[in-house]
T-cell receptor, first 112, second 114 residues
Framework: GENVEQHPSTLSVQEGDSAVIKCTYSDSASNYFPWYKQELGKRPQLIIDIRSNVGEKKDQRIAVTLNKTAKHFSLHITETQPEDSAVYFCAAREGGGNKLTFGTGTQLKVEL | KAGVTQTPRYLIKTRGQQVTLSCSPISGHRSVSWYQQTPGQGLQFLFEYFSETQRNKGNFPGRFSGRQFSNSRSEMNVSTLELGDSALYLC?????????????FGSGTQLSVL
């Protein structure tokens, strides 16, 4: 089955700096890669996603890049703000259906 | 549009008991997935239902089961509870068309097994 590795496990940045979180996956058949943000005590929220036929996608301050050959994808957050502080999870979907395999999460802390 | 609704929000049970959790998906969504979230294991897939049929299953013992009703509402059941079953159980739904792969999560049911 699919295996997703996520790094780093914790990330501390200054407000206004950029943050990058990286994930690798094992199953070349995986075709969909979402990113979720989870604040303490709240539900995971989908913030951006990318399909395997696209190399990059951007939504305001957030972007995701995908390298199918190397089987890795990354989340980029620019101009970080304190409200970006949360745990971020990457995931990969293998084949049909909606079974997601999640990474172990990155605790992002944006300091003033 | 109302989001994914899970009930109850909190549950306390003792070892050996069984529990049933409920999930109402976003209106129009036919796929419902269940995940277990723990500090040690992260988010792990339990199973997915689509049109009342189990479409995918994760690597959990048979004590974990689920079902989906004709109105797409879903329940999951855990029998013979163990201490290690203490976790946040999250339900997610997804819809049709190009966006049918987007999973939207509920707030979860926090289960504590004593």
């Amino acid at each position: 089955g699919e295996n997703v590795e996520q790094h780093p496990s914790t990330l501390s940045v200054q407000e206004g700096d950029s943050a990058v979180i990286k994930c690798t996956y094992s199953d070349s058949a995986s075709n969909y890669f979402p990113w979720y943000k989870q604040e303490l005590g709240k539900r995971p929220q989908l913030i951006i996603d990318i399909r395997s036929n696209v190399g990059e996608k951007k939504d305001q301050r957030i972007a995701v890049t995908l390298n199918k050959t190397a089987k890795h994808f990354s989340l980029h957050i620019t101009e970080t703000q304190p409200e970006d502080s949360a745990v971020y999870f990457c995931a990969a979907r293998e084949g049909g259906g909606n079974k997601l395999t999640f990474g172990t999460g990155t605790q992002l802390k944006v300091e003033l | 549009k109302a989001g994914v609704t899970q009930t109850p929000r909190y549950l306390i049970k003792t070892r050996g008991q069984q529990v049933t959790l409920s999930c109402s998906p976003i209106s129009g969504h036919r796929s419902v997935s269940w995940y277990q979230q723990t500090p040690g294991q992260g988010l792990q897939f339990l199973f997915e239902y689509f049109s009342e049929t189990q479409r995918n299953k994760g690597n959990f013992p048979g004590r974990f089961s689920g079902r989906q009703f004709s109105n797409s509402r879903s329940e999951m059941n855990v029998s013979t509870l163990e201490l290690g079953d203490s976790a946040l159980y999250l339900c997610a739904s997804s819809g049709f068309g190009a966006s049918n792969e987007k999973l939207f999560f509920g707030s979860g049911t926090q289960l504590s097994v004593l």
